[in-house]
């Protein structure tokens, strides 16, 4: 066993002393290191990490521990919504099916499933998840906490399809919560981890369904000329703006009967073709350069489409790591937002390797969805490898998204305070008030959440 | 929902984030060659790291995805390892490539870590 040094054994003892020692139930660590969310950006070392075996080795640790609690799931937020001095709480082993209807097609589930796991586990007893986010490594407690929502101008945020949750609260206390009291359900869905610790939730999901998808490039202006009826008659529709360039990647995707498999469409190239070749590629291209050479490139990308179960169209592996950022906005304005957003990468020169993503998301009523409201938004990507720093990038391109009246993916990275947040999420007071109630000593707050609720 | 891209694609756009998981060691000629079952009943893995395994790492090593070395593919576990034992821990808890810290085990300690490395890569311990 590697030693660990006296300082560190001593910080570690410190921690314990002020925060509180658990003795019965779930493990803490010997030897631990390091907690890191998904990009590396977010870092903490943590008094305890305890790894909950049961809702009752949960409550027995809420009301004998003293100190900040917070819960992890997957660690994909980008924001600092885990880090925490004081106890770590994992939920992994609360997960897999443990309860399903066929007649009604939902399914309880344990909160720390992962939902890539699920697919195929749901698939099993004939069910499909409505829609899923493109990375679905998160957990589904991680995921309806933080608002992760998936593509569908039609389809709601995660959280919109649990109809009802067990929360352990703050203090120790288990509370069901379900539609018969409508108003809790909508405040404690999308929750930042900050009301308790869902420990199941259950779902709505419908009978087992494939989806094509069929992926192309097109002139980004085209494309958003008809925006509107494009995701009005796809189930799913959004694209990847290419900066520098033109051109957008697009994705749309529907239900479908037709066999499993994939197959590349020849398409003609365009003009824009024969520009590149003869341009060549210059090493140090000027933006006009790069938006040629862009336009070329992406003008030849053929389309393909491809046919598969649900699950295995809608989320995605990604091969390498990122920060990000996202907002959504009112549809009324989401194109002008984006152009503005790829105007001033032009102008600003600014360095990007990764697309934008530009989609709808459907309406709801959880009240710190970033898709609060009778409207449906737009939501808007930007990404910055993780091994970059991505602050110079966003924070040239976060007041564009205020500008627009942008709301915030509370997983993702942002620099609004509580006083503006107050401003974009009517029932963010109320929101504020109920965790008070359930949390008087603020336990479940770290350093982030206290700023933004004001705590 | 990221679209998979043509190879071209990425002359320009190499760090795009659509990245499909195509790259899969399952998909390689010689997978069938390399491949060998795990050693289940040789390794020191015990039944509570084996589920925090299940949960954790076989997310991307049974399939390979994002490049992932597939759970008993020696050669390739065994390539990795020469740098050492340490580097391929460092890795798992720094992250490396399109594996986050900690290999999505917020639960694991470092001698868990240990013991799921030498069963993916079927040693005897």
């Not at chain 1, 809702?55 to 009301?63: A, F, K, N, P, V």
């Not at chain 1, 004081?86 to 399903?100: A, E, N």
């Not at chain 1, 179960?309 to 906005?329: A, G, H, P």
């Not at chain 2, 890795?91 to 490395?117: H, K, Q, T, W």
């Amino acid at each position: 066993m590697k030693p660990i040094s006296r300082r560190r054994f001593l910080a570690s003892s410190v921690r314990a002393a002020l925060f509180g020692a658990y003795a019965a139930g779930a493990s803490a660590f010997a030897q631990s290191a390091a907690w890191s969310n998904w990009s590396g950006g977010q870092r903490c070392q943590p008094a305890g990490r305890y790894d909950i075996g049961s809702e009752e080795e949960l409550t027995s640790l809420l009301r004998n521990t003293l100190g900040p609690i917070r819960p992890v799931g997957s660690g994909h937020s980008f924001s600092p919504l885990v880090p925490t001095d004081g106890h770590l709480v994992i939920i992994d082993q609360l997960s897999g099916i443990l309860d399903y209807d066929s007649e009604t097609s939902k399914v309880t589930l344990g909160a720390g499933s992962r939902l890539g796991d699920l697919g195929a586990q749901l698939d099993g007893i004939g069910q499909g998840m409505i829609n899923l986010p493109d990375i679905d490594r998160q957990t589904v407690a991680g995921a309806i906490a933080t608002g992760t929502h998936g593509t569908g101008v039609t389809l709601q945020a995660l959280s919109a399809f649990i109809t009802s949750l067990r929360l352990v609260s703050p203090n120790g206390n288990i509370m069901d919560i379900d539609s018969s009291d409508e108003d809790m359900l909508h405040a404690v869905r999308v929750n930042v981890g900050a009301l308790g610790i869902v420990t199941q939730v259950t779902m709505q999901n419908r009978e087992s369904y494939k989806l094509k998808k069929r992926e192309w490039a097109a002139p980004t202006e085209d494309i958003l000329a008809n925006f509107d009826e494009l995701a009005a008659n796809h189930r799913h529709f959004e694209i990847f703006p290419l900066v520098y360039s033109d051109y957008s990647l697009v994705l749309s995707i529907d239900e479908t009967d037709e066999p499993i498999g994939e197959i590349e469409i020849e398409n003609e190239p365009s003009d824009d073709a024969s520009i590149a070749e003869s341009l060549g590629l210059s090493d140090n291209p000027t933006p006009a350069q790069r938006r040629r050479q862009s336009n070329a490139t992406a003008s030849r990308i053929q389309a393909t489409e491809s046919v598969d179960l649900s699950y295995k169209i809608l989320s995605n592996v990604r091969n390498s790591r990122f920060n990000e950022m996202e907002y959504s906005v009112p549809v009324e304005v989401g194109a002008e937002c984006l152009r503005e957003i790829l105007k001033t990468i032009y102008d600003q020169q600014i360095e990007v390797n990764f697309v934008l993503e530009y989609r709808y998301v459907g309406a709801d009523d959880d009240w710190l969805s970033m898709s609060y409201g009778d409207h449906p938004h737009a939501t808007i990507s930007i990404h910055r490898a993780a091994s970059e720093d991505y602050r110079p990038y966003f924070n040239t391109i976060e007041p564009i998204f205020w500008k627009y009246g942008g709301r915030p993916h509370w997983g993702k990275l942002h620099s609004l305070t509580h006083r503006e947040l107050t401003q974009l999420y009517p029932r963010f007071g109320d929101f504020i008030q109920l965790r008070r109630e359930l949390d008087p000593q603020g336990r479940m707050l770290n350093p982030h959440l206290r700023a933004l609720f004001n705590a | 929902m990221k679209p998979s891209l043509p190879p071209a694609f990425y002359t320009v756009f190499i760090s795009l984030i659509l990245s499909s998981c195509a790259s899969s060691g399952a998909n390689s000629p010689d997978f069938d060659q390399q491949f060998r079952p795990p050693p289940f009943r040789d390794t020191d893995i015990d039944d509570q790291i084996m589920a925090k395994w299940s949960r954790s790492c076989a997310l991307c090593h049974i399939t390979g995805e994002a490049g992932a070395p597939i759970v008993g593919d020696t050669l390739e576990w065994q390539r990795r390892l020469q740098q050492g034992e340490q580097a391929v821990l460092n890795n798992v808890l720094d992250g490396y490539n399109s594996m986050p810290p900690l290999g999505y085990c917020m639960a694991c300690e470092i001698s868990d870590f240990r013991a799921m490395i030498a069963y993916m890569a079927g040693e005897d311990r």
